[in-house]
C-alpha cells in the first residue's frame, strides 16, 4: 500500500501511468506527453496503441519511465490471437509494460474459458513486460468484477485495472470489490477513469490502497499534493 506521508512530489510521481490517448493524437503529443512523464518522474508513459511505440521508446531513452501501450484498446473485443500479436508487436517495439482491455462480453455472459485463453495468450506473448488487464468496471456487475479478478490472479498477470478512462470510471465500491477479491495474490491494483475532481478522487484511490493511477492528468493530480496536504485528505510529509 502507497504510503502518502513518505513521497514528495519527485517519489509520488512513481505512483502514476501518465497517458494521451485522445483519438486525435498527433506526434507532438506523444512526445510532449512522454517529456511530462519525465519531468514528473512517473513509471510509464502509454500510447494508445503500438503505433506510437517507437516515438515514445525514443522519447524516453536513458530514463526509467517504461515505454508503454493499450492492447485491443478501447473494445477489448478482438479474438485472442489479434490480441496476442498486438502485445507481441507492442513488446518487439520497446514496450516494457502493456495493458490489455478484456473481452468484457465474454465475461458478462460466463464464458470464462474464452478469458483464460486471452489471458494465457497475452501473458506469454508479453514476455519479460509488465501485463495489466483492464477490466472497465462500468459494464460490469459485481459478480463480473470479482470473477475477472480472480481469473487476471490465475493468469499471472501482474496488474488488475479498473477502466480504459474512455467510458465512465470506477466507483470506490467497485474499486473495493476489486482489492477484497485480490487480497492474499500477488496482482497489485490500477486505477484508471478517475472522475472529476480529479485530484480528491485520485488520492481517494491511492488511500483506498491503489497501487498505480493512470491517467492523462498526472500533472494536475501530482501538482495539487500540497494543497491535498493543506486541506487534510492527504497526510503530512513525514520522510
Request: charged residues 25%; neutral net charge.
Amino acid at each position: 500500500m502507497v504510503n502518502l506521508a513518505k513521497l514528495d512530489k519527485w517519489a509520488l510521481g512513481k505512483c502514476f501511468d501518465h497517458s494521451v490517448l485522445p483519438k486525435n493524437t498527433v506526434e507532438a503529443d506523444i512526445r510532449a506527453g512522454c517529456r511530462e512523464a519525465v519531468k514528473y518522474n512517473c513509471a510509464a508513459f502509454y500510447s494508445a496503441s503500438p503505433f506510437w511505440t517507437p516515438v515514445v521508446v525514443e522519447e524516453l531513452a536513458g530514463t526509467d519511465v517504461l515505454p508503454a501501450t493499450g492492447i485491443a484498446f478501447p473494445f477489448g473485443a478482438a479474438p485472442s490471437r489479434v490480441k496476442a500479436l498486438e502485445t507481441e508487436i507492442a513488446v518487439q517495439a520497446g514496450c516494457r509494460a502493456v495493458d490489455l482491455v478484456i473481452n468484457a462480453g465474454a465475461l458478462k455472459d460466463k464464458r470464462y474459458g474464452v478469458i483464460k485463453e486471452e489471458l494465457r495468450d497475452f501473458k506469454k506473448a508479453a514476455g519479460g513486460a509488465l501485463t495489466k488487464v483492464i477490466l472497465d468496471v462500468y459494464f460490469l456487475s459485481g459478480e463480473d468484477i470479482a470473477a475477472g479478478c480472480k481469473l487476471i490472479a490465475e493468469a499471472g498477470c501482474d496488474y488488475a485495472k479498473t477502466a480504459t478512462g474512455q467510458f465512465e470510471g470506477p466507483t470506490m465500491d467497485q474499486f473495493l470489490i476489486m482489492k477484497k477479491t485480490l487480497e492474499g495474490t500477488p496482482v497489485r491494483l490500477k486505477v484508471a477513469g478517475v472522475k472529476f475532481p480529479r485530484p480528491q478522487n485520485a488520492y481517494a484511490f491511492l488511500l483506498a490502497g491503489a497501487d498505480l493511477i493512470g491517467t492523462r492528468a498526472a500533472v494536475e493530480i501530482i501538482e495539487a499534493l500540497d494543497q491535498m496536504r493543506e486541506i487534510g485528505l492527504v497526510p503530512a510529509y513525514r520522510p
